[in-house]
């Protein structure tokens, strides 16, 4: 399967969503808090094996920036930014009816 590759990442602040265009013409639409919580980083999730999800309250995203080709980095306002959500990770956190239809979550 080839890699899904985000052609468009489009912050819609006032609806507080992040969304994310891929190139094979999916979209995903992603809400901060949601991805506040899955950040993958290691001070997040530390280093068990399971992806677990982190209450933070107002979660706010200051800046969205690409990481080579192969990741997206998120600044959030708290100064939090070690998360590299690679486009695999990020695709597979998509909660779309399509992706929730072909996978439980
Ligand atoms: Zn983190
Ligand atoms: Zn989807």
């Known amino acids: 399967m080839a890699k899904p590759f985000p052609v468009e990442i489009n912050h819609m602040k006032e ?21 506040r919580g899955y950040c993958p980083c290691a001070m997040c999730q530390g280093h068990g094996g399971e992806v677990k999800f982190i209450d933070v309250a107002d979660a706010e995203l200051a800046e969205i920036s690409v990481v080579g080709n192969y990741a997206i980095q998120f600044q959030w306002k708290d100064g939090h930014n070690t998360g590299i959500y690679t486009f695999d990770y990020l695709r597979s956190l998509c909660l779309c009816p399509k992706c929730n239809g072909s996978k439980e979550r």
């Open 15 to 35: 609806k507080g969503v992040v969304r994310v265009t891929w190139d094979d013409g999916h979209v995903g639409d992603y809400a901060r808090e949601y991805l």
